[in-house]
């Protein structure tokens, strides 16, 4: 069972940032279903290390789209992209391996964080393009 479950309610309209959502959904859900099979740490680590890789890359693309639409809360969409990023450094600083507790509160942060992101900020800025969906506007 996924830790998220993929709903269109995360579309905001723009089809290569939807795709890049879904993308880290399953990253996330993969993480999740090897850390509750018993799979081990570093298993789970080496798929949570792709999923801030790929959030990254997600970030760089959607901040850069941002700015050449001339969105105008980019500096805080940025600072917000840019405290997450901390945020999963401490974490990575903090975490003992083989520390499955630890691991548990990792996977639900970063679920948390993403669907809240996703949205509220992202929604924002389909909202400002006019590609968010009618349903969520």
């Known amino acids: 069972m996924p830790m998220v479950a993929w709903d269109d309610a995360y579309c905001v309209g723009v089809s290569e940032f939807d795709e890049h959502h879904q993308r880290l959904v399953e ?33 760089t693309a959607e901040e850069a789209w941002l700015k050449e639409q001339g969105y105008p809360d980019l500096e805080s969409h940025c600072a917000e992209h840019a405290r997450f990023a901390a945020q999963i450094r401490e974490i990575a600083r903090e975490h003992a391996p083989d520390e499955t507790v630890r691991l548990m509160e990792v996977l639900t942060f970063l679920n948390e964080w993403l669907i809240d992101h996703i949205l509220e900020s992202d929604a924002e800025y389909g909202r400002f393009m006019g590609t968010l969906p009618e349903s969520r506007r």
């Open 27 to 59: 990253l996330l859900n993969g993480a999740y279903d090897s850390f509750t099979s018993g799979h081990s740490t570093d298993a789970i680590e080496a798929i949570l290390e792709e999923l801030f890789d790929y959030a990254t890359y997600h970030f």
